[in-house]
């Protein structure tokens, strides 16, 4: 089992022990360290400042925001991340949700799907420079035509010669149509809210896209990240307390009532009656009680919480369920390297 640092993205402040995570994350053994963005700090700068003091530990986004840049600026940012870190960018990307994507960059939400293996292909052809980049898409023409466009447009190559035509592209996605296409395009999937027990329904998904043709992985070259707050305690009870809050803003708080994903990967565990309650609670501004009515098991489903011996297991448990790396987050230096002791007992 691999393990990731996620670093997250910013709040109202930077985070002021980012480059000591990030330097123990290396000596200790990780695998990778990754930063996302929301609407405030981006995911590639920091990897780009904190990196530049590591050698080994690969450098990737959790997620970068397809709507947040085109795909060959995308394709810029990754090349350019790849050739300071000598070859350790992951490039992960995703869609994001509508109040996002409309409401903080103007850009339509609609047929997010089709948007996504686009934006791959042209990144791929990008990375590849074996010839002009084109796409004949609706969604990203290139070149632009149109009543838009001056038709002056031509078709360009990267000046900057990519170091690695196959920089490794990585999804995050949560419903079955999404993980299919992660499992046909991407060379691995970033998985939020991953539940061992479901693993049975994520490996039909993903068999769906590993079976269509032209798909560039089988199941023992794909990469299955999947966040996980994992918590060493010896008070489980008030640790899972603890998450109920966070819970409830992610089922109840991030998306609206119509289309929350998040809200969506619960209901496909299971939790339909408790994540209308929490909903309806948390859009009413009853945000205490909305934590209050999410169950233990919502948490333990997928959180890593218990002593030692727990955890150990319990890590275990999820690397038979077909995950190749835990993503992490962690307060400080010690965290990491007891973690990472545990993933290696």
């Given at each position: 089992?691999?393990?990731?640092?996620?670093?997250?993205?910013?709040?109202?402040?930077?985070?002021?022990?980012?480059?000591?995570?990030v330097?123990?994350?290396?000596?200790?053994?990780?695998?990778?360290?990754?930063?996302?963005?929301?609407?405030?700090?981006?995911?590639?700068?920091?990897?780009?400042?904190?990196?530049s003091?590591?050698?080994?530990?690969?450098?990737?986004?959790?997620?970068?925001?397809?709507?947040?840049?085109?795909?060959?600026?995308?394709?810029?940012?990754?090349?350019?991340?790849?050739?300071?870190?000598?070859?350790?960018?992951?490039?992960?990307?995703?869609?994001?949700?509508?109040?996002?994507?409309?409401?903080?960059?103007?850009?339509?939400?609609?047929?997010?799907?089709?948007?996504?293996?686009?934006?791959?292909?042209?990144?791929?052809?990008?990375?590849?420079?074996?010839s002009?980049?084109?796409?004949?898409?609706?969604?990203?023409?290139?070149?632009l035509?149109?009543?838009?466009?001056?038709?002056?447009?031509?078709?360009?190559?990267?000046?900057?010669?990519?170091?690695?035509?196959?920089?490794?592209?990585?999804?995050?996605?949560?419903?079955?149509?999404?993980?299919?296409?992660?499992?046909?395009?991407?060379?691995?999937?970033?998985?939020?809210?991953?539940?061992?027990?479901?693993a049975?329904?994520?490996?039909?998904?993903?068999?769906?896209?590993?079976?269509?043709?032209?798909?560039?992985?089988?199941?023992?070259?794909?990469?299955?990240?999947?966040?996980?707050?994992?918590?060493?305690?010896?008070?489980?009870?008030?640790?899972?307390?603890?998450?109920?809050?966070?819970?409830?803003?992610?089922?109840?708080?991030?998306?609206?009532?119509?289309?929350?994903?998040?809200?969506?990967?619960?209901?496909r565990?299971?939790?339909?009656?408790?994540?209308?309650?929490?909903?309806?609670?948390?859009?009413?501004?009853?945000?205490?009680?909305?934590?209050?009515?999410v169950?233990?098991?919502?948490?333990?489903?997928?959180?890593?919480?218990?002593d030692?011996?727990?955890?150990?297991?319990?890590?275990?448990?999820?690397?038979?369920?077909?995950?190749?790396?835990?993503?992490?987050?962690?307060?400080?230096?010690?965290?990491?390297?007891?973690?990472?002791?545990?993933?290696?007992?």
């Amino acid at each position: 089992m691999k393990l990731g640092l996620q670093l997250g993205y910013w709040m109202a402040q930077p985070p002021t022990n980012a480059g000591e995570l990030v330097r123990a994350a290396e000596e200790s053994g990780f695998d990778a360290v990754f930063a996302a963005e929301s609407w405030g700090s981006d995911a590639f700068t920091p990897l780009a400042w904190w990196g530049s003091s590591t050698e080994k530990v690969r450098l990737g986004t959790s997620v970068a925001q397809l709507s947040a840049r085109t795909p060959t600026s995308a394709a810029m940012h990754a090349l350019t991340l790849d050739h300071l870190s000598g070859g350790r960018a992951i490039l992960g990307l995703g869609v994001s949700g509508p109040q996002v994507v409309e409401g903080w960059y103007g850009q339509p939400f609609a047929k997010p799907l089709a948007r996504t293996r686009e934006y791959v292909s042209i990144i791929r052809q990008v990375l590849a420079r074996e010839s002009h980049v084109r796409n004949d898409g609706p969604h990203y023409p290139l070149p632009l035509t149109g009543d838009n466009a001056t038709g002056l447009g031509k078709p360009l190559k990267p000046i900057t010669h990519p170091l690695r035509a196959d920089l490794p592209i990585w999804l995050g996605s949560e419903g079955p149509k999404n993980v299919a296409l992660t499992a046909e395009i991407a060379d691995g999937w970033l998985a939020i809210y991953f539940s061992p027990r479901l693993a049975p329904m994520y490996n039909e998904w993903l068999d769906e896209g590993f079976a269509r043709e032209g798909a560039r992985h089988t199941r023992e070259t794909f990469e299955i990240a999947a966040t996980c707050q994992i918590v060493i305690t010896d008070d489980r009870q008030a640790e899972i307390d603890r998450m109920k809050p966070i819970l409830a803003l992610y089922v109840g708080g991030m998306g609206a009532a119509e289309m929350n994903f998040h809200a969506d990967v619960y209901r496909r565990m299971g939790y339909e009656k408790e994540v209308a309650e929490i909903g309806e609670l948390f859009r009413t501004g009853r945000k205490d009680e909305a934590a209050k009515a999410v169950p233990d098991e919502m948490v333990s489903e997928t959180m890593i919480i218990g002593d030692e011996a727990y955890v150990r297991e319990d890590i275990k448990r999820w690397e038979e369920a077909g995950v190749t790396m835990l993503l992490l987050t962690a307060q400080n230096g010690e965290q990491i390297r007891k973690l990472a002791a545990l993933a290696e007992s």
